[in-house]
Structures are given as structure tokens and as C-alpha cells.
């Protein structure tokens, strides 16, 4: 288990002399940290549990097995989906540069996940030399080879497309289509499909399917069948539902359903 001694938050993580930190905490379902940045880069990774978490640039859900990568500075607030056991990493800012400067949703690999955990059992500031230095560079080593998953949900900053955005993110499997938003939010089809890509960098289309891929981690997490989860999000069968989501991220969804439900080695997390 970690040492009882730890601290839960995440301010007392930033100046530690180390270049790797690990924190771990747990949340129940519903709990939402307010708008915040660290002084550090942060790996945001749970072992168990959904979060949401969103920046002014964007939007991510994390399901077990992956997480987000924040850089030092970024300002961000998340919620947890369910009960959720964080156990989260700190890099400090010249170590981080390497992994680049913008947000990004990465495969936890096995050996980096028992990194993570292993780090944990040694103290805030592990001796150096000595173990916890070892696992702090084969963490930075794991980073570095780390595979981005192509999820992410460009936040807009226009009101109209804000509220748009929103509404579709409530109810990802809504019917309506581009020219009943705009009737809703009192603007043109025209206005919309001009500024999906000027605010978002995504063609209407594009950005609803990054909101069902999200969707369906969330849902594949939990264990729904493809063909449950394609008839929530209103596709016309669950293998139109797949062509999508294969095209986008090179995998079909079976095979990230296959993946969680395998069990996670056992560890004391």
C-alpha cells in the first residue's frame, strides 16, 4: 500500500526534489476538482474508474488503461464518472518538455502501470540513489514510448457553438442534425458549419464522431456489448458503428471490449 503518510493533495507534489512524484487518491462517483494547474506536468491516470476532464481547449474521458497527459501550466478541471482510484504522476517541468506541450490521451501500458504502483510504495523523496530514482527513470523511459490514442474533443469558444457543443455531449445519441441545432441556438446551418472547423479544428461530422468515440470507452469500459452501444449512439447497425470507429483509431471496438475485460494483474492499488 502506499505510505499512509502521503498526502492526497496535489499541491504538496509540485517542489518535491524529485523528478518523478507519485500521488494516489480515490474518489467517490460525482467528485469534481475545481479549475486548477500545477507547477508540474501530470500524467492524470486511475487504475480503476471514468473521469472527465476538460480544459479551455478541450474535452477527454478516461477509462482505465489510458490516461491524460497535462502539461505544467495547463489549466483543468475533471469529474469522476464513477468511483475512481487515482493513482497520478508529477513531472517536473524539464524532464516534461520532451513529451510535448499539448494535451494528449495515452495508452497505460502494463509495465508502466506497475511503475506507477511501485513508485507509490517508495517514499515522497525516495533516497538517491536507490529504488525509487530506478523507477522514476524507467516511468520517463515508458512515457517516451507510450502510443497517443487519436481521442480528443476540441472545446469551442464561440456561445452558440458552446451551447451546441454541450447539448450534443448530454445526449451523444441524439437524431438531430446540424440545421436543428442551428434553429435552436438562433443561427444558420451556414454559421455552424463555418465555425465547427474555425473553433475546433473538426468538420461537424468529425467532431460528433470524436464525442461517440469517447463515448464508447465509456461504454466499452463498462462492459457494453458493440451492438448496444452503436444503437445508443443511432448508428444503423453495430458494423457501420465499427467501420467508424476502425477507421479513426486502427483497432475495432471488440478489441479494446476483449481488452477490459481481461483482469489487470493484481496489485495493491
Known sequence: MPDASRSTDHRDYQRVPRVVTALARDT??????????????????ATQGLM???????????????????????????????????????????????????????????????????????PIEYPIPGRGEHLAMLI????????????????????????????IMADPGSSRNIEQW??????????????????????YRQWVQQVHLAEAFNRLAQGQSVGEIAATLGYASPSAFSAMFRRILGKTPQHYLTEWRQPLTQHPA
Open 140 to 167: 520517463l523511459s515508458e512515457l517516451k514510448a507510450a502510443e497517443t490514442v487519436p481521442i480528443a474533443i476540441p472545446w469551442p469558444r464561440d456561445r452558440r457553438l458552446v451551447a451546441v457543443c454541450s447539448a
Open 182 to 203: 442551428a434553429d435552436e441556438v438562433g443561427a444558420s446551418a451556414r454559421t455552424l458549419i463555418r465555425l465547427f472547423p474555425k473553433e475546433t479544428g473538426l468538420h
Open 52 to 122: 472527465r476532464v476538460q480544459t479551455d481547449d478541450g474535452v477527454w474521458i478516461l477509462p482505465p488503461r489510458r490516461a491524460l497527459w497535462i502539461p505544467s501550466g495547463v489549466t483543468h478541471h475533471w469529474t469522476s464518472v464513477s468511483k475512481v482510484t487515482m493513482r497520478t504522476i508529477y513531472v517536473e517541468p524539464g524532464a516534461a518538455r520532451q513529451f510535448g506541450d499539448s494535451c494528449r490521451v495515452i495508452e497505460v501500458s502494463p509495465l508502466l502501470r506497475e511503475l506507477i504502483l511501485a513508485l507509490l510504495d517508495e
Open 28 to 45: 467517490e462517483h460525482g467528485v469534481t476538482a475545481p479549475a486548477h494547474s500545477h507547477e508540474r506536468a501530470q500524467l492524470l491516470y
